[in-house]
């Protein structure tokens, strides 16, 4: 137990208890409790193994490798379909957490052991994402529009992929496109 991350767990209100119990079936399985990302984060030889959240309709074990589980009780649950490696186990009750305290045990033995071995999850390639037509369209017109995107790192590059792909609308993919094209331009990702 990481006294650092004790903040974590008094000052979740909702799922508090059930945060509680979480986090005693993590520690019984010897894994170091460390603050990552403001959440307890569990390591196995200083590699993130799986990390306990809260949210509005639940709390959350994610296992960061978790696309390499056998999930042979079903019960992963991957959060949006642009995810690719991590895995959640969703809870809303303590006595929940209670009957599946063995599977969560051998749920996290299991991601140990996919560490142990070296596993890697298979990511897609940035030329793989679906490009918008509406920024295929910009990207044509304007070379040096297209030069700036292409100097982007991969994963600056899959993040404005993935924002302007989201809304149905064209207009509103147009107008997301419109919005970044300066930040592009001054070589900036989405979230800089």
Same mark, same amino acid.
């Given at each position: 137990?990481?006294?650092?991350? %004790? ?59 978790? =696309?390499?589980l ?28 209670? *009957? ?7 749920y ?8 142990? =071995? ?11 994402? %679906?490009?918008? *037509? ?8 304007? =070379? ?9 790192t991969?994963?600056?590059?899959r ?7 989201a809304? *149905?609308? =064209? ?7 419109e ?11 989405? %979230?800089?």
């Amino acid at each position: 137990m990481n006294s650092n991350v %004790n903040f974590y767990f008094n000052k979740a209100k909702k799922w508090q208890p059930e945060l509680e119990q979480l986090r005693k079936i993590i520690l019984d399985c010897n894994l170091p409790e460390e603050l990552k990302w403001g959440k307890p984060c569990y390591t196995y030889q200083n590699v993130n193994i799986v990390l306990l959240h809260d949210f509005k309709e639940y709390c959350a074990l994610l296992f960061f490798k978790g =696309a390499l589980l056998k999930d042979t009780e079903n019960i992963l649950t991957q959060q949006t379909e642009n995810v690719q490696s991590a895995r959640q186990l969703r809870f809303t009750s303590v006595n929940q957490i209670v *009957k599946l305290t063995d599977i969560i045990k051998a749920y996290v033995f299991e991601a140990v052991e996919v560490e142990k =071995a070296g596993l890697k999850v298979g990511l897609k390639k940035t030329n793989e994402f %679906n490009i918008p *037509k509406e920024f295929q369209l910009k990207l044509t017109e304007n =070379a040096i529009l297209k030069k700036a995107f292409e100097a982007l790192t991969p994963g600056r590059q899959r993040a404005y992929y993935l924002y302007f792909s989201a809304p *149905k609308q =064209a207009k509103t993919r147009e107008l997301r496109i419109e919005k970044c094209i300066e930040q592009i331009l001054n070589g900036k990702g989405l %979230n800089d």
